[in-house]
C-alpha cells in the first residue's frame, strides 16, 4: 500500500470555524483526491488534484477548497464549517499505475 | 453524483461458508477494482481487474471483470470471523479518465 498519511485524525469543531484536513503521500503520486464519506451514501468526491497546483472540483465540492503546492501534499480546507460538513473525510492518490490507494481517514464532528 | 450498483447491501453468514458480492452499472469500464473497509479504517485495496474476463485471485478472495465490462463479481471462500466490513467496488470509464466512480458497498457479517 501507498504511504499515505491524514492529519488530525479527529476533529471537534464549531459551526463558522475554518477548518484545514491534511493528506500527505510518500509515493510521488501524481493524483490526490479527498472523499467524504457518510452513512447510505458512501464515498463522495469532493475535490482531485491532477498535479501541483492543478485541482478541480468533485461532486459535493460546494464549501470547500483545495491546494497542491506540493507533489506530497494536499490540503483540504473547510472555509466556515457547518454542521452538514460532519462526516469522515478520506484522501486518496494514485500513481500511473492506476489503483487508488486511501489513507486512515479523519473524523469530523461540527457542533 | 453516479456510484455504482453493488449488492448485496449487506449479508450475514456463518464462518465457512463462501460469499459472493456484485457491481453492475450501464455504463463499461476499463477497470475495476475491490476494496475491503474495516471499521474505524480507511478502504484497503484487495485486487484490481484491467481486462474483460479477468479472473484474479488474493488468497480467499477472486475477482472478476464482466465480459460485458459493465459488471464485476467478487468471490470469497470459506469465510472466517475477520472477514467482517464493507467491501467496495470501484470502477474507471476510460483510461484517459483517471478518476474512480465507487459502489455504494456491501456489509458483511460473519457468525461464528
Known amino acids: 500500500d501507498a504511504g499515505i498519511t491524514q492529519s488530525p485524525r479527529h476533529k471537534v469543531t464549531e459551526t463558522g470555524t475554518p477548518v484545514t484536513l491534511r493528506c500527505h503521500q510518500t509515493?510521488?503520486?501524481?493524483?490526490m483526491y479527498w472523499y467524504r464519506q457518510d452513512p447510505g451514501h458512501g464515498l463522495r468526491l469532493i475535490h482531485y488534484?491532477?498535479?501541483?497546483?492543478?485541482?478541480d472540483k468533485g461532486e459535493v465540492s460546494d464549501g470547500y477548497s483545495v491546494s497542491r503546492s506540493k507533489t506530497e501534499d494536499f490540503l483540504l480546507t473547510l472555509e466556515s464549517a457547518t454542521s452538514s460538513q460532519t462526516s469522515v473525510y478520506f484522501c486518496?492518490?494514485?500513481?500511473?499505475?492506476?489503483?487508488?490507494?486511501f489513507g486512515p481517514g479523519t473524523r469530523l464532528l461540527v457542533l | 453524483g453516479q456510484q455504482l450498483n453493488q449488492s448485496p447491501q449487506s449479508m450475514f453468514i456463518q464462518e465457512g461458508e463462501d460469499v459472493s458480492m456484485n457491481c453492475t452499472s450501464s455504463?463499461?469500464?476499463?477497470?475495476w477494482l475491490w476494496y475491503k473497509q474495516d471499521p474505524g479504517e480507511g478502504p484497503v485495496l484487495l485486487i484490481a481487474?484491467?481486462?474483460?474476463?479477468e479472473l484474479t485471485s488474493n488468497g480467499r478472495l477472486t475477482a472478476q471483470f464482466g465480459i460485458t465490462r459493465k459488471d464485476s463479481f467478487l468471490n470469497i471462500s470459506a469465510s472466517i470471523p475477520s472477514d467482517v466490513g464493507i467491501y467496495f467496488c470501484?470502477?474507471?470509464?476510460?483510461?484517459?479518465?483517471?478518476?474512480?466512480?465507487f459502489g455504494t458497498g456491501t456489509r458483511l457479517k460473519v457468525l461464528a
Open positions: 486518496a492518490s494514485q500513481g500511473d499505475g492506476e489503483t487508488q490507494y
Open positions: 509515493e510521488n503520486h501524481r493524483y
Open positions: 488534484s491532477y498535479g501541483v497546483k492543478d485541482t
Open positions: 455504463s463499461i469500464f476499463n477497470t
Open positions: 481487474l484491467y481486462k474483460a474476463g
Open positions: 470501484a470502477g474507471q470509464r476510460t483510461s484517459g479518465t483517471y478518476k474512480y466512480i
